[in-house]
């Protein structure tokens, strides 16, 4: 196809006044703003100052869902637990009120820029913050956490076979791991009209959907089952739920989705089309505005198991 559209171009644009220089510039450009690129996902070197303190300040449907984990997970007074991927500390806080002074909590994210504001914003004898990734978890020794959890994490891991095999290592026998992810079976609202948007042109001729780097890492449930299987864990458990909130405006969303993914919105489209690509975006989710607001679903599983 590439050859035909380059022979194409070349015999339909070389023309007595065009001279051979102009007619390679020419085809150099159609094939750059027609390649679909395959981008490395999950590039954590995006972030930024003001998309850390974004996301501090937006992250209100990730600490809801967190705090329901959290209460599910079990969480009690004395405990030592490990959130993984803690972003800017909010669930970090709240799980060290529960676990008091005879507990502990240690949160660990790969971002030093949200570690910062964590280790700014939240203090307490009975917290610690690292910078570190949940594929190694060497910082700490085997069997030291009674209960390790992932909220809105799990789905950036790259590596999900060594984050569990770490995660069993330091969980004491008997602790529980809790997490929750988008459930990749079921697209939330923001995935669906992306997809719309992208599948239009000038998008669909220069994106490859499968590489959008919102979902490229996510798991169904069954694949997250046995994930959890294949590692060891026991007593799984799995539940679908579905999160609904409204927005006051589409820019909200916008922001709150490029500050969680860390700068990776969009990244798998053109450089030249992502701007336009997100103003597209924001118009078709002013679509479901009603009385309260711009409606936002999103679908996502809790998975609870023990070692
Ligand atoms: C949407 S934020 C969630 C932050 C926090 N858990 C919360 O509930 O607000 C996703 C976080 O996952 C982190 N992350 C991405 N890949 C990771 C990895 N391999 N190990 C640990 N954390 C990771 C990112 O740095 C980011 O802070």
Redesign the pocket.
């Given at each position: 196809m590439l050859i035909y559209i380059v022979s194409y171009i070349t015999r339909n644009i070389k023309q007595p006044e065009v001279n051979e220089h102009q007619t390679k510039i020419t085809i150099l450009i159609f094939l750059l703003q027609n390649k679909k690129e395959v981008i490395q996902v999950?590039n954590?070197k995006l972030d930024t100052p003001l998309l850390a303190e974004k996301?501090d300040e937006l992250?209100n449907i990730?600490?809801d869902n967190?705090s329901i984990l959290i209460e599910k997970l079990g969480i009690k007074e004395g405990d030592r637990v490990l959130?993984?991927?803690?972003?800017?500390g909010?669930?970090v806080r709240y799980v060290s009120n529960v676990v008091g002074s005879n507990g502990k909590v240690v949160g660990?994210?790969?971002?030093p820029l949200?570690i910062d504001i964590a280790r700014q914003k939240i203090k307490g004898e009975n917290i610690s913050f690292e910078v570190?990734?949940?594929?190694d978890l060497g910082l700490f020794e085997g069997s030291s956490f009674d209960l390790i959890y992932?909220?809105?994490?799990f789905h950036?891991?790259?590596n999900k076979e060594a984050?569990l095999t770490e995660i069993y290592r330091v969980l004491k026998p008997g602790g529980r791991i809790g997490i929750n992810t988008q459930a990749r079976e079921s697209p939330g609202c923001l995935k669906l009209t992306t997809d719309s948007v992208l599948s239009r042109q000038p998008y669909a001729k220069a994106v490859v959907s499968s590489e959008d780097p919102m979902i490229k890492h996510a798991v169904t449930s069954p694949e997250l089952k046995r994930l959890l299987e294949v590692s060891g864990f026991r007593n799984i458990s799995l539940e679908l739920r579905k999160t609904k909130r409204y927005y006051q405006n589409s820019g909200e969303i916008i922001d709150l989705v490029t500050s969680?993914?860390?700068g990776n919105y969009l990244i798998h489209v053109p450089v030249h089309l992502q701007e336009q690509a997100a103003f597209e975006i924001a118009t078709e989710l002013e679509k479901a505005r009603n009385e309260k607001g711009i409606e936002f679903i999103s679908n996502n599983v809790f998975a609870f198991a023990q070692k």
């Open positions: 999950t954590l996301y992250s990730q600490f967190g959130d993984i991927g803690c972003g800017t909010r669930l660990i994210d790969p971002l949200r570190g990734v949940s594929e992932l909220n809105a994490v950036w891991v790259v984050t969680s993914s860390f």
